[in-house]
């Protein structure tokens, strides 16, 4: 069984700043890839971020120069850098990670709010 926990969501006003992190716990040998979605009230859940074992990254054209995704593979977390926030940044984030020989997994999901 793998667990992930999200972290770091909260409110802040446009232009604001917030840390997301998620851990993985459980039966891990590794991790593959991890990403962040997110989505917002009536759309679809969309791709944030992502990036591989190796720290390769790639990003929501929305995002792009913004966020920043990193990871610590000795704790199994991966984390959002989140800069220059934007109303239309609402949403719940969610992480996922591809679990070498279990699968994929998802968090719970962390609430994040910017208010104009």
């Known amino acids: 069984q793998v667990q992930l926990v999200e972290s770091g969501g909260g409110l802040v006003q446009a232009g604001g700043s917030l840390r997301l992190s998620c851990a993985a716990s459980g039966s891990i040998v590794s991790i593959n890839a991890m990403r962040w979605y997110r989505q917002a009230p009536g759309k679809q859940r969309e791709l944030v971020a992502a990036?591989?074992?190796?720290?390769?990254?790639n990003y929501a054209d929305s995002v792009k120069g913004r966020f920043t995704i990193s990871r610590d593979n000795a704790k199994n977390t991966v984390y959002l850098q989140m800069n220059s926030l934007k109303p239309e940044d609402t949403a719940v984030y969610y992480c996922?990670?591809?679990?070498?020989?279990?699968?994929?997994?998802w968090g719970q999901g962390t609430q994040v709010t910017v208010s104009s």
């Open positions: 990036i591989t074992s190796g720290g390769m990254t």
């Open positions: 996922n990670a591809d679990v070498r020989w279990r699968g994929g997994y």
